[in-house]
């Protein structure tokens, strides 16, 4: 059974940072494609990083150069470093995994965090 558990958010004023984490258990975690998801309330949720087994990453515009995704298979671990938050960030986040880029990309990963709540006051 694959698990992905986040933990890091909470509330910030903008300007500010957040590290999230998710611990990931029940699979070959190394070669696995991750990523970081957020939906806002009354949107759609929207792809914020990947990262492959290799370390190579992608961004979406609206976060490129503020945050940062990071893996340890050592320690079956994700993070995503989030600076120079912005109201516009608040959200739930999730971590995904899949052993498929594709699938991950297009948002139809095949395991899921429960998330994690990130908050970004003005």
């Known amino acids: 059974q694959v698990q992905l558990v986040e933990s890091g958010g909470g509330s910030v004023q903008a300007g500010g940072s957040l590290r999230l984490s998710c611990a990931a258990s029940?699979?070959?975690?190394?070669?696995?494609?991750l990523g970081w998801f957020r939906q806002a309330p009354g949107k759609e949720r929207e792809r914020v990083a990947i990262?492959?087994?290799?370390?190579?990453?992608s961004y979406s515009d609206s976060v490129k150069g503020r945050f940062t995704i990071s893996r340890d298979n050592a320690k079956n671990t994700l993070s995503l470093q989030m600076n120079s938050l912005k109201p516009e960030d608040t959200a739930m986040y999730y971590c995904?995994?899949?052993?498929?880029?594709?699938?991950?990309?297009?948002?139809?990963?095949?395991?899921w965090g429960q998330g994690t709540q990130v908050t970004v006051s003005s």
């Open positions: 995904a995994a899949d052993p498929v880029h594709y699938k991950l990309w297009v948002g139809s990963a095949n395991y």
């Open positions: 990262i492959d087994s290799y370390g190579t990453t």
């Open positions: 029940g699979y070959t975690y190394s070669s696995y494609y």
